[in-house]
């Protein structure tokens, strides 16, 4: 079991960067496959970004590849999302997520726990 709570989200402007955290509870934080979702306003949840295991290997939707960066600490029990020249389409909640499964690890039902989100808004 993995208790997901998000923190760094906020208020800036276009071309702007932020650093969006997030610290797990539990004892086996390494054995999950860790996510960043989101949801703007009006939208359905979609996935941005996960990070495998042992940190090997990224994925990242086309929307947000090369300006956003997964990144974990597996002794800090933290995931990181590092994101760059936001744009007013990024606003949203940004949701972490936890995943024991090897597939379908772009989809949000295939994740067990969540945060409760942190919002960041993005102005122009």
């Known amino acids: 079991q993995v208790q997901l709570v998000e923190s760094g989200g906020g208020l800036v402007q276009a071309g702007d960067s932020l650093r969006l955290s997030c610290a797990a509870s539990g004892r086996t934080f390494s054995n999950y496959v860790m996510a960043w979702f989101r949801q703007g306003p009006g939208k359905e949840r979609e996935f941005v970004a996960r990070i495998s295991r042992t940190a090997g290997t990224t994925y990242y939707a086309d929307s947000v590849k090369g300006r956003f960066t997964i990144s974990r600490d597996n002794a800090k029990n933290t995931v990181y999302l590092q994101m760059n020249s936001l744009k007013p389409e990024d606003t949203a909640v940004y949701y972490c997520?936890?995943?024991?499964?090897?597939?379908?690890?772009?989809?949000?039902?295939?994740?067990?726990?969540w945060g409760q989100g942190t919002q960041v808004t993005v102005s122009s």
């Open positions: 997520a936890a995943s024991s499964a090897y597939y379908g690890l772009s989809l949000s039902g295939n994740y067990n726990y």
